[in-house]
């Protein structure tokens, strides 16, 4: 149902956010008085520059609508609920989501801080939450890059910490056994999509 009212009057764009990144806003009141499709709509993400714009434009919002179409027995529209969403990991979305940790995948993956592929591998590991406050911390310490096999990580890994040269000094490194090295190597490391994390 097309929503009674408009999401915002704003024509600019944040240029971090992708233009598919959005959310469909009701609350938990209108739900509960089964009239959550009188207001409900879909936010677009990049109308705004972080998640307190947000949360201030959702708060207007909701006083808009009470003041439109009262809910009975005096209650508010005040609880956010977002119903579905689209442009951005399913982790960091929940019926009550908070914004802050979402503007700021959007910034780092934008800066290219971080790869993409990079944050959706560490979301997939399971380690650290994405609304956990040092999600991003834990990334940043454990993220050791992007490899084509856990061999190419460990010798990769062994040539930064050696100050080898394998293409100057070939011998004795070209006898080394890497596939024994690089499953010793791999018991503090793991790996999601070829992008590799520090474990412990």
Known sequence: MESLVKTTPKTRTNSAIPEDAAIFLTDYASYNDGSQFEFGHWVKLNQFEDADELNAYISKHFKNADNKSPLGYGSIREEIMITDFEGFPSAFYSESMHFEPLFEYFERASDNYFDTEAIEAFIKMGIVQPYHDDFFQELEDR?????????????????????????????????????????????????????????C
């Not at 084509?148 to 990769?156: E, G, I, P």
């Open 143 to 199: 993220y050791m890059g992007e490899f084509d096999s856990d061999k190419d990580f460990a010798m990769d890994y062994a040539e930064q910490c050696g100050d080898y040269d394998f293409n100057k000094q070939p011998w004795p490194l070209n006898n080394i056994d890497w596939d024994g090295a690089t499953l010793e190597h791999m018991q503090g490391y793991t790996e999601e999509s070829g992008h590799y994390f520090n474990a």
